[in-house]
């Protein structure tokens, strides 16, 4: 009788999981992915296999074979939104609709073990608070705490060259200045020195969190079988590491910072009687967004300005007439509002090397226009769908040369305004609606900063094998080579890098 009973049993469980990888998704007008003739987990199967070799070939392919949204059936189980009218109809869909903010604050708990309270007390408090402190009106003093650090590292770059060229990792010290500069700028010098020792790991403990997100941001995994797989067993250890780091700056009171949104956000959350370690965990999701992205896109930013013939030059000329680094402090203001060539280098650099995803959950039934054309196409999002939008597909569909680099794209001139307006609409590089990257004020001036720094003081030559290299498709048909790209962070922002690449570091000419 047990025996029939379990037998029973299993054949229930059984059941219900072939009717879940089985069944035919109702489409409503949604195209489904792959091929009718095999099972839907099947086809699922292979877009996960086919975004993981090649992300841009794969997102080209379904909006040329399928259009503007598409279906991927379980195990990812997401509607993918491809064109812009879609996108910007998400961005514009309501809360209660399309839901942003309980997506974000569920992937707080599953990914960084915050045991969260209600969701008003993240939206009316938390959320709104951390969003003020990362406006460029509170960000005056972040903006040149990361100034002095990077000079800093320039001057002591700048010694070692004072009687000759040196050898260098453009990947590695780029990645390590912009790190160290990027803390200081929000947690502060202290907090600097506190994980500094020994040298880099805590910069290396992040990378290995980071290394293994997505696999957990997947949702493929079960919690269970993390301690059983190696990737999901480095995050969970890397992750209570860094927590136990940033409880413990809680414990002892945010020590030298007497405002600023980490020292604001964290008095809300203990003042609440939220425990250390649970702001820690809030505290590890701006850690994790701010310090593994800014860095990577400026030595992607790097890269390609330091090697295009003349560029450096104009963007010298440019910092000079803007007078943003005359005397001991920057003049945050001028560079933003001055530069614009630095600029348009920086938004083509996020344009072309970052890959983002917006995600939202249907709270209800929701219908959006997704065509790019005069005539509207309408879709049905049926309650209880996880929709993604892929902000790379405008990037790299919009125009016959967008793969290429082009530090004049995004540069006003005569005649350019109508294509101009049209590109600054279509870059969303830091995401759109109430998904807008918080922390894109800081990130540009950081990027800005950096490039400043650097090309004020020093010359830089490519000794790097090609053959080792990745070429880069930029303006003019020039050679230019770059590190080559880990494709393995899709949809988590600014690529990373395999490997580094070598130059030879001398004084400005």
């Not at 910007?88 to 990914?111: G, I």
């Not at 007390?121 to 509170?138: E, L, Q």
């Not at 125009?399 to 279509?426: C, I, M, V």
């Not at 990745?470 to 490997?499: C, M, Q, W």
């Amino acid at each position: 009788m047990a025996l029939d009973l379990t037998s029973f049993l299993v054949a229930l469980l059984l059941s219900f999981w072939l009717l879940k990888i089985w069944k035919p998704w109702i489409s409503k007008g949604v195209p489904v992915y792959g091929s009718p003739y095999l099972p839907p987990f099947v086809r699922g199967i292979q877009a996960i296999a086919a975004m993981s070799a090649n992300e841009d070939a794969f997102l080209m392919s379904l909006l040329n074979t399928y259009g503007p949204v598409v279906y991927i059936p379980w195990p990812m189980g997401h509607y993918y939104i491809l064109s812009s009218k879609g996108i910007d109809s998400v961005f514009a869909a309501p809360e209660k609709s399309l839901t942003f903010t309980s997506f974000r604050l569920k992937m707080t708990e599953s990914a960084f073990g915050l045991r969260a309270r209600d969701l008003r007390f993240w939206t009316d408090t938390i959320y709104p608070m951390h969003a003020k402190g990362m406006t460029r009106a509170h960000l005056a003093d972040s903006f040149q705490k990361f100034y002095h650090v990077f000079a800093n590292k320039v001057d002591d770059l700048r010694a070692q060259v004072a009687h000759g060229s040196v050898e260098i990792d453009l990947v590695q010290w780029v990645t390590d200045a912009v790190f160290d500069a990027g803390l200081a700028a929000v947690w502060g010098l202290e907090f600097v020195e506190r994980v500094s020792n020994p040298t880099n790991a805590f910069h290396k403990m992040l990378d290995r969190f980071d290394n293994s997100f997505p696999i957990v941001a997947s949702g493929l995994i079960p919690p269970l079988l993390y301690p059983f797989l190696k990737p999901t067993r480095d995050f969970v250890q890397s992750r209570d590491a860094l927590k136990r780091i940033l409880s413990a700056f809680v414990q002892d009171g945010t020590p030298g910072l007497d405002d600023g949104v980490i020292h604001d956000v964290t008095q809300v959350l203990i003042r609440e009687k939220f425990s250390a370690d649970d702001a820690a965990s809030f505290l590890l999701t701006i850690l994790w967004a701010l310090q593994q992205n800014t860095p990577f896109a400026t030595v992607t930013l790097f890269v390609r300005a330091l090697q295009m013939p003349g560029l450096i030059e104009r963007l010298r000329a440019e910092l000079d007439v803007s007078g943003a680094m005359r005397g001991g402090d920057i003049d945050e203001s001028k560079l933003h509002d001055s530069t614009p060539l630095m600029m348009s280098c920086i938004y083509e650099t996020l344009r072309l090397e970052t890959s983002a995803i917006s995600f939202r959950y249907a709270q209800e039934d929701y219908i959006i226009n997704v065509s790019d054309d005069p005539a509207p196409r309408h879709v049905l999002l049926p309650k209880d769908a996880f929709v993604m939008a892929h902000l790379r597909v405008p990037h790299i569909a919009a125009h016959d040369n967008s793969a290429q680099w082009d530090p004049e794209r995004f540069l006003p001139r005569t005649g350019y305004k109508e294509e101009l307006a049209t590109l600054l609409k279509e870059f969303r590089g830091f995401g759109g609606g109430v998904s807008m990257c918080e922390g894109r004020h800081l990130a540009v001036s950081e990027m800005k900063t950096a490039l400043a720094c650097f090309i004020s003081a020093l010359d830089v030559e490519p000794v790097e094998d090609a053959e080792s290299m990745e070429e880069i498709n930029v303006r003019g048909g020039v050679k230019v080579f770059g590190p080559k790209k880990d494709r393995s962070r899709t949809g988590l922002g600014a690529y990373h890098f395999i490997g580094g690449m070598k130059v030879r570091v001398s004084l400005r000419k």
